[in-house]
Structure formats: structure tokens, C-alpha cells
């Protein structure tokens, strides 16, 4: 469905409003194991349509928020 309103949100290439939110942890590796287990967690916001993806460390907000980042 795509909205008359508010026609400026969108992807930042493409303007394309559908995202598709993934996440990634990583680990430190190597030393992180000496230490506390040491995760980061980012999710990634695609664009379904072109492709572009931003990366963002994760919060504790729901991930509606960063779509809204993403799409501006
Ligand atoms: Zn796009």
C-alpha cells in the first residue's frame, strides 16, 4: 500500500517504504572470552527494493523506531 500522505518518508536511495529489519550479533572473539561474554547486536534495516541497509547498534527501543530512522 502506498500512502499519499506524507509522500517524503522513505528509503534514503530509492524512497522505497518497505524495509525488512534483520539482526547480526558479533562477538568479540579472541580475547572477549577472558572477559564477560561480550555481544554486540545490531539490527540492519533494508530497503526491499534497492537494497540499501543501514546498521544500528541495538537498543532497547523497539525496532519500529529505527524503521522510522531509516526511513526518515
Ligand atoms: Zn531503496
Redesign the pocket.
Known amino acids: 500500500m502506498v500512502s499519499e500522505s506524507g509522500g517524503d518518508r522513505g528509503?534514503p536511495?530509492?524512497g522505497?517504504t518497505e524495509t525488512d529489519v534483520g539482526e547480526i550479533s558479533t562477538t568479540g572473539g579472541g580475547l572477549s572470552k577472558m572477559f564477560d561474554i561480550q555481544t554486540n547486536s545490531f539490527k540492519v534495516v533494508s530497503?526491499v527494493?534497492?537494497g540499501?541497509s543501514e546498521l544500528y547498534r541495538d537498543t532497547t527501543s523497539g525496532s519500529s523506531d529505527i524503521v522510522d530512522v531509516f526511513l526518515g
Do not use: A
Open positions: 528509503c536511495k530509492c522505497h530497503c527494493n534497492c540499501y
